[in-house]
């Protein structure tokens, strides 16, 4: 044990100046270390497991010479009773530490997720909804709460103001929060259930969105209509009247036409080949990411070299003033201002009746030109090929039905 020095008073120790370790007394092996440049802190040494160790227990004046002795003599009584106070206070440290790492905000950990999933999502849409959601409904009850302090009761508060009014919102919502704790609870940010779980949690608490809210469609042109809403399309002017006409020509979705270029045509072989995702891979194109080849009939074709090239862009139909692809909503805006019975995608609604209605093609064909999946796995398996001579048909008397041209009495009459 340290020998025992002389012990020194507040006003002497404060009168310590000498670099050095200057032994005031009192407590074993307690000194005030100073240092070159006249900082001054406390110093316990002692043996700890057979091992001397100099142990910090503050700074000078900030710790004054009573506080000092007191700490000294609380780390002795702990050295006495088998316990280390220099690992206690670095445990003490790291746990302090640990704790800081999981002071993450629910905010901060849903920009993550968007982040780190944004390329794997099929367009901006998706990830325009996912934030707009959260930033309307979740954030102002939770996004600046600990992550893992979310509880059922938040959940609850964000999700039963619209679970009734806005059900397919509030269900989509839900499904995101969940999400958002579960990337949470796997970086070791939370524990314990998660509290946005439907199954087995709210499940007990809300009824089934499906009980509450009625199913709903897309609001589509009925088939006897079509031939005269595209004589009326005709007549518009501008490039979203030309992106429409051949959204309905070629039955695909709304986001492949306003992103679609002239790389992706072959004349020659009258084919649109639809990657399934964009050249860059960020952005799916395909709603399945597999790329679709779209047979081009004569009407098609005929638009392609009305609208000819533009220069600058490699888009078909871009937009006049960016020469970027056009919005969400140009064709939706058109379809309203033409006080149209009907949305874009609608149209696929309609030629999915008309195949029914007017033709004898197999439902396999019809899937197959909407670039849906045919059957389960094992009928998949068997039919590999697109058939993509018979779509083509398929195509071109739909092209044909599209621009036939209805009498006043609003029957209708095939040119042929």
């Known amino acids: 044990m340290p020998k025992k020095a002389k012990e020194l008073g507040a006003l002497e120790v404060k009168r310590l100046t000498e670099p050095g370790l200057h032994f005031v007394g009192g407590i074993a092996g307690l000194g005030l270390q100073v240092s070159p440049s006249g900082a001054k802190s406390w110093v316990l040494r002692a043996v700890i497991g057979n091992k001397r160790r100099k142990m910090g227990l503050g700074g ?40 800081r790492a999981m002071d993450v905000t629910f905010r901060s950990c849903a920009e993550d997720y968007i982040a780190a999933h944004r390329g794997s999502w099929k367009n901006e849409k998706h990830e325009a909804q996912w934030s707009s959601t959260l930033e309307n409904y979740a954030y102002p009850v939770i996004g600046d709460l600990w992550v893992r302090d979310v509880t059922l009761e938040h959940v609850l ?10 059900t397919e919102t509030a269900s989509r919502l839900r499904g995101r929060i969940e999400t958002v704790l579960d990337s949470a609870t796997t970086m070791g940010l939370r524990t314990g259930l998660n509290p946005a779980r439907w199954k087995g949690n709210l499940s007990t608490l809300l009824p089934a969105a499906k009980k509450i809210a009625k199913s709903t469609h897309f609001k589509a042109v009925p088939v006897p209509e079509l031939p005269a809403f595209f004589q009326r399309l005709q007549g518009q002017d501008g490039v979203s009247a030309r992106a429409l006409e051949f959204l309905i020509l070629t039955n695909v979705r709304s986001h492949n036409v ?13 084919t649109w080949l639809i990657p399934g995702e964009d050249a860059e891979g960020s952005k799916q194109r395909m709603k399945a990411g597999v790329s679709h080849r ?22 078909i139909f871009p937009s006049p003033r960016k020469l970027a692809p056009l919005s969400d ?31 004898s093609f197999p439902r396999e064909i019809t899937e197959r030109a909407m670039a849906h999946a045919v059957g389960d796995k094992t009928e998949a398996a068997y039919l590999r090929s697109d058939v993509f001579e018979k779509r083509r048909r398929l195509m071109d008397m739909w092209a044909t039905y599209c621009t036939t041209k209805p009498q006043k009495e609003g029957k209708v009459v095939a040119i042929r």
């Open 60 to 99: 000078f004046p900030d710790v004054p010479l009573a506080r000092a002795r007191l700490l000294a003599i609380e780390a002795r009584d702990q050295i006495r009773n088998g316990v280390d106070p220099i690992d206690q206070k670095k445990a003490r440290r790291r746990d302090l530490a640990a704790s």
């Open 157 to 166: 508060r964000i999700l039963k103001p619209i679970w009734h009014t806005k």
């Open 258 to 270: 306003r992103h679609a270029s002239w790389s992706e045509i072959d004349l020659k072989t009258k």
């Open 294 to 315: 779209v047979p081009l009939s004569p009407a098609a074709l005929q638009l392609l070299e009305k609208v000819g090239k533009t220069a600058g862009t490699d888009l």
């Open 329 to 359: 909503m140009a064709l939706s805006k058109l379809m309203k201002d033409m006080e149209a019975n009907g949305v874009p995608h609608g149209f696929r609604s309609t030629f999915r009746d008309w195949t029914v209605e007017r033709t």
